[in-house]
């Protein structure tokens, strides 16, 4: 048996520049951040021919074109199995569709369980091409390419997403105390909305294909956003990234009309009053996680507990997607 986890993403700026249809013509950058909360994949042979999965469906069929779950058939696919006998589980520590890039994850960690199993060892990077080949090239997902790359490298890690597809990766070079800083006082709250990023991501990729000049000039502008996140940090002042995430914020609402609601917007107003420096909805938006950088973080978490916002506490990851039993 092979046991694989993938852990999920907070993105500290940048979001959005990650998409094909941005960086092919000018370039993304974005921070992103792997968290302790994982997607696990396992990966068994079991006595009887077949190829057996279980996650929030159960599937036994014959040929791999018979799988209905479209990631494992495409990874299953990309793998021409002669006579399949292979058995799959997936589970999960945060629900999808909730912002944390879970989608990525569970691809990277399908991928390295599936290369475990046949004893192939796969650099962060190949690894991550792999599963953006798998969702975007063959799935035709409309989405970008850190939530692969952040899964397979874990860390606090900065990615630049060049015009010819090459992504270039290296860590965020922060100082202990910074780091513990960002681990303290970035909070997450479930709003209780589970959302599918698609209809956002599409609306994005057909403005930006199109050269729509507004949402180009947003992108350009959370790019830059970004890169004085990235000083702020590695200069240490992880107080001054509340301040980016709420200019962030602002300009991300602006982008996608139903990025937010008057729900999540009371929320967010509500949190600013009670020790929030700033933050953002986590993903494309519409639902998900708020994440917030709090300078009281006692006042925050107990105005959002009264609103009935679950916080989830987590820490870092510096591992990315690992083999936890072979």
Same mark, same amino acid.
């Given at each position: 048996?092979? *046991?694989?986890?993938? @852990?999920?993403?907070?993105?500290?700026?940048?979001?959005?520049?990650?998409? @094909?249809?941005?960086?092919?013509?000018?370039?993304?950058?974005?921070?992103?951040?792997?968290?302790?909360?994982?997607?696990?994949?396992?990966?068994?042979? @079991?006595?009887?021919?077949? &190829?057996?999965?279980?996650?929030?469906?159960?599937?036994?069929?014959?040929?791999?074109?018979?799988?209905?779950?479209?990631?494992?058939?495409?990874?299953?696919?990309?793998?021409?199995?002669?006579?399949?006998?292979?058995? *799959? $589980?997936?589970?999960?520590?945060? @629900?999808?569709?909730?912002?944390?890039?879970?989608?990525?994850?569970?691809?990277?960690?399908?991928?390295?369980?599936?290369?475990?199993?046949?004893?192939?060892?796969?650099?962060?990077?190949?690894?991550?091409?792999?599963? +953006?080949?798998?969702?975007?090239?063959?799935?035709?997902?409309?989405?970008?390419?850190?939530?692969?790359?952040?899964?397979?490298?874990?860390?606090?890690? +900065?990615?630049?997403?060049?015009?010819?597809?090459?992504?270039?990766?290296?860590?965020?070079?922060?100082?202990?105390?910074?780091?513990?800083?960002?681990?303290?006082?970035?909070?997450?709250?479930?709003?209780?909305?589970?959302?599918?990023?698609?209809?956002?991501?599409?609306?994005?990729?057909?403005?930006?294909?199109?050269?729509?000049?507004? &949402?180009?000039?947003?992108?350009?502008?959370?790019?830059?956003?970004?890169?004085?996140?990235? $000083?702020?940090?590695?200069?240490?002042?992880?107080?001054?990234?509340?301040?980016?995430?709420?200019?962030?914020?602002?300009?991300?609402?602006?982008?996608?009309?139903?990025?937010?609601?008057?729900? *999540?917007?009371?929320?967010?107003?509500?949190?600013?009053?009670?020790?929030?420096?700033?933050?953002?909805?986590?993903?494309?938006?519409?639902?998900?996680?708020?994440?917030?950088?709090?300078?009281?973080?006692?006042?925050?978490?107990?105005?959002?507990?009264?609103?009935?916002?679950?916080?989830?506490?987590?820490?870092?990851?510096?591992?990315?997607?690992?083999?936890?039993?072979?």
């Amino acid at each position: 048996m092979i *046991i694989v986890r993938s @852990p999920l993403r907070i993105t500290l700026g940048g979001g959005g520049t990650d998409l @094909p249809s941005y960086y092919r013509g000018h370039e993304g950058f974005l921070i992103a951040a792997a968290i302790n909360k994982y997607v696990y994949v396992t990966v068994t042979r @079991p006595f009887s021919s077949g &190829i057996y999965l279980k996650y929030s469906a159960l599937e036994h069929v014959e040929r791999v074109d018979q799988v209905r779950h479209p990631v494992i058939r495409e990874a299953l696919a990309l793998e021409e199995p002669r006579t399949p006998q292979i058995e *799959i $589980t997936t589970l999960a520590d945060i @629900p999808s569709g909730t912002g944390l890039g879970s989608s990525g994850s569970f691809t990277t960690a399908l991928l390295k369980a599936l290369a475990a199993h046949r004893r192939e060892w796969l650099h962060p990077a190949e690894l991550a091409e792999r599963a +953006c080949h798998i969702e975007i090239e063959r799935l035709r997902e409309p989405i970008g390419k850190q939530d692969q790359y952040i899964a397979a490298y874990g860390g606090l890690t +900065c990615f630049t997403f060049k015009k010819d597809g090459q992504v270039g990766a290296e860590p965020l070079r922060v100082s202990t105390g910074t780091m513990l800083d960002l681990e303290d006082n970035l909070l997450l709250f479930f709003t209780g909305f589970a959302r599918s990023a698609s209809s956002i991501l599409d609306d994005q990729r057909v403005r930006s294909e199109a050269g729509d000049q507004e &949402i180009l000039r947003n992108l350009h502008y959370v790019k830059d956003i970004a890169h004085r996140s990235r $000083t702020a940090l590695e200069s240490g002042n992880p107080r001054q990234l509340g301040e980016l995430l709420h200019e962030h914020w602002e300009h991300k609402k602006r982008r996608y009309g139903r990025m937010s609601n008057a729900q *999540i917007d009371e929320w967010y107003e509500l949190a600013r009053k009670n020790g929030a420096i700033g933050g953002k909805l986590v993903g494309a938006g519409g639902g998900g996680f708020l994440m917030f950088y709090a300078a009281d973080r006692g006042a925050l978490r107990q105005a959002m507990a009264r609103a009935g916002l679950e916080e989830v506490r987590f820490r870092f990851d510096f591992e990315g997607t690992k083999v936890v039993l072979s």
